[in-house]
């Protein structure tokens, strides 16, 4: 998932409120991501599609509601979802009571990822969110 508010034409505005997301699938073998390099091999998929993203622009956004059926393929294997961004900013979200102390993404097979509590936007890597199960 990926936030699209900039991605829209015109863009809306950066206080805009509300859901404004829009996701991509990119199918792996297993393989290639155990090996050495695995992790360099996912960021350079995952770079990819976010470079897909970008050269869409809005177009995907209006197609998304005829085509998503909220389904995946059970067929092609096992789903890894990854959720959050360093870009989303969560650790700045106070909505009366302070500040969270910390931000977390539970699932058995998600990696999840934030930007770093001293709003260093992940550039001081904090942990990403590790898988807990895949199976």
Do not use: Q
């Amino acid at each position: 998932m990926a936030d699209a508010r900039s991605r829209l034409t015109p863009s809306l505005p950066a206080n805009y409120l509300g859901n404004c997301l829009i996701g991509k699938s990119a199918w792996m073998e297993v393989r290639p991501l155990l090996g050495e390099g695995g992790m360099g091999f996912a960021v350079e998929r995952i770079s990819g599609m976010m470079d897909e993203l970008e050269e869409e622009g809005g177009r995907r956004l209006t197609e998304i509601p005829s085509t998503f059926d909220g389904k995946m393929e059970a067929s092609r294997g096992v789903f890894i979802g990854v959720a959050g961004s360093p870009r989303f900013r969560l650790y700045e979200a106070d909505f009366g009571w302070g500040k969270p102390k910390h931000v977390e993404v539970t699932s058995s097979a998600s990696i999840s990822m934030a930007e770093c509590r001293d709003g260093s936007n992940g550039k001081k890597s904090k942990n990403a969110g590790a898988i807990k199960k895949i199976s």
